[in-house]
């Protein structure tokens, strides 16, 4: 869907998610080879990590969200992941950048940490 807006023109759908994720793909290094999306969800973000990087992995621990990420970007190269970020086995340190659009909030900090 393509509209015309303050904003100017816009591709696709939009939520504020999604208005997020541009900022979010912005931070992550030129050079990233491999790049981490905690909480997917319906996989806007890793589907344009995926464009510049080339390891995307996204996680989700909600099956049925995480198949309609699949559906929605099946030519996107990346691997999708159902689990919990918190449990499941990830290789320590194997992703240049770990990124997460409004997942933080349901995952339990165990302490401060510098930069959110
Ligand atoms: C508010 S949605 C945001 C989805 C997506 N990042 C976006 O920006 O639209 C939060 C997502 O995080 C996932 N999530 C929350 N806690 C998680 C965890 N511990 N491990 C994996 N996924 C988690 C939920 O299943 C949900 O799909």
Request: aromatic share 6%; glycine share 10%; proline share 7%.
């Given at each position: 869907?393509?509209?015309?807006?303050?904003?100017?023109?816009?591709?696709?759908?939009?939520?504020?998610?999604?208005?997020?994720?541009?900022?979010?793909?912005?931070?992550v290094p030129a050079a990233a080879?491999?790049?981490?999306?905690?909480?997917?969800?319906?996989?806007?973000?890793?589907?344009?990590?995926?464009?510049?990087?080339?390891?995307?992995?996204?996680?989700?621990?909600?099956?049925?969200?995480?198949?309609?990420?699949?559906?929605?970007?099946?030519?996107?190269?990346?691997?999708?992941?159902?689990?919990?970020?918190?449990?499941?086995?990830?290789?320590?340190?194997?992703?240049d950048a770990?990124?997460?659009?409004?997942?933080?909030?349901?995952?339990?900090?165990?302490?401060?940490?510098?930069?959110?």
């Amino acid at each position: 869907m393509r509209r015309t807006g303050r904003l100017g023109r816009m591709d696709g759908p939009w939520n504020a998610n999604i208005h997020y994720d541009t900022r979010l793909a912005a931070c992550v290094p030129a050079a990233a080879k491999a790049v981490l999306d905690v909480g997917c969800g319906d996989g806007f973000l890793a589907a344009r990590l995926a464009r510049h990087v080339p390891f995307v992995v996204a996680i989700d621990r909600d099956a049925p969200v995480l198949g309609r990420a699949r559906a929605r970007f099946p030519e996107a190269a990346v691997t999708w992941r159902h689990g919990d970020i918190l449990t499941h086995p990830l290789e320590a340190e194997s992703f240049d950048a770990v990124l997460s659009n409004a997942a933080s909030i349901t995952c339990p900090m165990r302490g401060p940490r510098c930069g959110g």
